[in-house]
């Protein structure tokens, strides 16, 4: 404000004046708004018997803005035609609409699917008997078509079991669909492989599994997977499991720190960056985080993206960052990297016998702070070449 001669130019000077004479006349318009409240507080302290302030109340009440009228609210008939179920009189419903859970074809759009699929008991124990399952998510461009090797190994476990299929919204399925896949894909949308979208199928994948009530375990599978043990084994092992299977690793070279985005900041840090194979399984716990997370995700969608590669570093980041407690940090799928390359080896028909699949069942790992010979539970990738030799090596090797 000061001018070249070290002094306060004219014009300053007079509007620190005026700034001052406005300041005067505000003060003394408080102090009579002040004077006036005082006065007319008194008068009506006088004034309470003579039933004025209840006068001026009800004047002030009618003279309230007409608001917009509410909707309709929803009658009991509404409600209970929803629920199929308007019969009381004679049995028990109890819980029993509630638990079923909704059908695998729902119109909900994603926002509405996340929103509802987040929602969790406060009370941990459960006032009825309930069969845990593992919900088998397969997220695939097209057909299962490994899908009679997955129809012997679900076999004769009914009940344990839920099976989510996500695939290509163009795929069309030309030949009936086998009695486990019925009718179990989701409402899905298109993905392309590296892309964001990717996890986008992920999280839908969750969230219709997690309406299920019953569903304990989650699974991600792809068409191009197999069982490597038959389904009491993996039922059990996944129960028992105290720890998640997200695979998780730092790895200091350009395709793992390389593809770190430095707008990610302040949420994510280059330290908390993590690298992984998509192909996870976890608990319900950890899946209710996974749909919920509306902190993580958007940073992703937003900056990770081209050669960033989403699904190998999401989950691995984000399960690492909050509840890497709870991981193994390693995947219950096993792949063939030893062939290099951005993709893994596809399995020929001609490797398979009964040698290989034996590695593949015995390889040594840590299983709830123990050592365990099995290590993974499925493996890929296998085309549907290798579909005849599978099935007839199943029985022997597998044990379904
Ligand atoms: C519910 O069911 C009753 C009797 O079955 C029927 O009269 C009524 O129109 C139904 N209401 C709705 C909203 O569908
Ligand atoms: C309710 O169910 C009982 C037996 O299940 C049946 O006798 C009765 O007619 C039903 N009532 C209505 C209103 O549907
Ligand atoms: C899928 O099938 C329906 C009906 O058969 C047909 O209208 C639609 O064009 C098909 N879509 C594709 C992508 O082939
Ligand atoms: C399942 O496989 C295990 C070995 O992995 C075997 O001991 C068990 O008997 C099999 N169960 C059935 C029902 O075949
Ligand atoms: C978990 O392990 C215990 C002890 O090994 C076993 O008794 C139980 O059946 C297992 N649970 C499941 C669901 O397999
Ligand atoms: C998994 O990795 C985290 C670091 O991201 C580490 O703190 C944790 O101990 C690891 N868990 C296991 C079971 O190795
Ligand atoms: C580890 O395995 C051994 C032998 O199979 C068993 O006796 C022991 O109870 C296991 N320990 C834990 C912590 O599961």
Same mark, same amino acid.
């Given at each position: 404000m000061k001018g070249p001669n070290n002094q306060y130019p004219l014009n300053s000077v007079s509007k620190l004046f005026s700034v001052q004479l406005h300041f005067v006349q505000i003060l003394t318009y408080i102090l009579l708004l002040g004077f006036?409240?005082?006065?007319?507080?008194?008068?009506?302290?006088?004034? !309470?018997?003579?039933?004025?302030?209840?006068?001026?109340?009800?004047?002030?009440?009618?003279?309230?803005?007409?608001?917009?009228?509410?909707?309709?609210?929803?009658?009991?008939?509404?409600?209970?035609?929803?629920?199929?179920?308007?019969?009381?009189?004679?049995?028990?419903?109890?819980?029993?609409?509630?638990?079923?859970p909704p059908h695998v074809k729902h119109d909900?759009?994603?926002?509405?699917?996340?929103?509802?699929?987040? +929602?969790?008991?406060?009370?941990?124990?459960y006032p009825f008997d309930r069969v845990p399952k593992v919900?088998?998510?397969?997220?695939?461009?097209?057909?299962?078509?490994?899908?009679?090797?997955?129809? !012997?190994? @679900? !076999?004769?476990?009914?009940?344990? /079991?839920?099976? /989510?299929?996500?695939?290509?919204?163009? /795929?069309?399925?030309?030949?009936?669909?086998?009695?486990?896949?019925?009718?179990?894909?989701?409402?899905?949308?298109?993905?392309?492989?590296?892309?964001?979208?990717?996890?986008?199928?992920?999280?839908?994948?969750?969230?219709?599994?997690?309406?299920?009530?019953?569903?304990?375990r989650f699974v991600l599978l792809s068409e191009s997977c197999i069982p490597l043990f038959n389904f009491s084994t993996v039922y059990s092992y996944l129960m028992n499991s105290t720890l998640n299977h997200v695979m998780a690793f730092d790895d200091p070279s350009s395709v793992g720190r390389g593809r770190y985005r430095i707008q990610m900041l302040p949420e994510i840090t280059l330290r908390q960056w993590r690298k992984g194979?998509?192909? @996870?399984?976890?608990?319900?716990?950890?899946?209710?985080?996974?749909?919920?997370?509306? !902190?993580? @995700?958007?940073?992703?969608?937003?900056?990770?993206?081209?050669?960033?590669?989403?699904?190998?570093? /999401?989950?691995?980041?984000?399960?690492? +960052?909050? @509840?890497?407690?709870?991981?193994?940090?390693?995947?219950?799928?096993?792949?063939d990297w030893s062939k290099g390359g951005p993709h893994p080896a596809r399995i020929a028909r001609s490797e398979i016998n009964v040698k290989f699949l034996e590695s593949l069942r015995s390889k040594k790992c840590k299983y709830n702070d123990n050592s365990t010979n099995a290590c993974f539970l499925f493996a890929r990738k296998f085309p549907p070449s290798t579909l005849s030799r599978l099935t007839n090596i199943a029985p022997e090797v597998m044990h379904f």
């Open positions: 006036g409240l005082t006065i007319g507080i008194i008068i009506s302290f006088y004034l !309470k018997d003579c039933s004025f302030s209840l006068q001026f109340t009800q004047l002030s009440l009618s003279a309230l803005p007409r608001t917009t009228p509410l909707p309709p609210p929803i009658t009991k008939q509404e409600i209970s035609n929803d629920s199929n179920d308007n019969n009381h009189s004679d049995r028990h419903i109890g819980l029993n609409w509630f638990l079923k909900l759009d994603d926002e509405e699917l996340l929103w509802r699929a987040s +929602m969790t008991a406060k009370i941990p124990e919900a088998f998510m397969f997220l695939t461009r097209g057909p299962v078509f490994l899908a009679p090797l997955w129809e !012997k190994f @679900f !076999k004769g476990h009914e009940g344990y /079991y839920s099976v /989510y299929v996500h695939s290509n919204p163009s /795929y069309n399925a030309s030949h009936p669909e086998s009695p486990v896949f019925q009718g179990r894909r989701i409402p899905s949308k298109k993905v392309e492989w590296g892309n964001v979208n990717m996890i986008e199928a992920e999280r839908r994948l969750l969230a219709n599994a997690l309406l299920d009530i019953s569903n304990q194979s998509q192909w @996870f399984e976890m608990n319900r716990e950890l899946a209710l985080e996974v749909v919920s997370d509306r !902190k993580y @995700f958007p940073v992703f969608q937003e900056y990770c993206t081209g050669s960033c590669y989403a699904d190998e570093h /999401y989950l691995p980041t984000f399960v690492s +960052m909050k @509840f890497w407690e709870g991981n193994s940090n390693r995947s219950l799928t096993w792949v």
